[in-house]
């Protein structure tokens, strides 16, 4: 039994990815430049089997990925970005090695282009899981990390998630200054300030 559980174990820290970290290299942005940002969280729903967590907990830790990873972009142009939080499940603790849950969030994001007041991205969902270290492989999240710490990594990771997918879409279709750059959602030309978040979000399995 012993051997088992030492060779599960040592299975599982080969599957650990490494940790997301706030100050990573900077990808290609072109001429973006964050205005402003805006972060919702009111009406984010609380999934079964998580740690209790009130919705206002995750403002300030979002804000503070966002000026941390999009703030420091320097370009000429000027976009404002919104994420609001749909739906959060921060992880208990589970059975070591066997079955260790893992925190996740929903979220839609919006990038709004302030010069042709126009939507880059409006409402485009993504669901984060947060990463699995060696310590959090074994033990479980739950047991791992404080409310906070799961928090703060999810806040991270959704926001080095968005700043990933704006890199391939100025790759994929121009934005932030290269060729034929092109909307995803056309319409209405609101500014991100008036958007709010859709409560009605279920959870979704890795």
Known sequence: MFRILALLASMVLLAACEETQ???AKEDLGD????????????????PLSRAAEPSEWNEPIERALEARLGRYAGSGKYDVAITLEGFLLATG?????????????????????????YLLKEHQMKIFEDTTGESAIIGSGYSRTKAEQIDGLAL???????EYMAKQRVEKGWFGGDGAAEETTGTTAAPDQVEATPDTAPVAE
């Open 157 to 163: 990771k959704i926001v080095d998630g968005l700043e």
């Open 32 to 47: 973006f430049n964050m205005r402003v940002s805006f972060v919702y969280t009111d009406k984010a729903l609380q999934w």
């Open 22 to 24: 706030l100050n990573e």
């Open 94 to 118: 589970g059975i070591p090695v066997l079955v260790n849950p893992k925190s996740a969030a929903v979220v839609n994001v919006f990038v709004y282009d302030v010069t042709t007041k126009t």
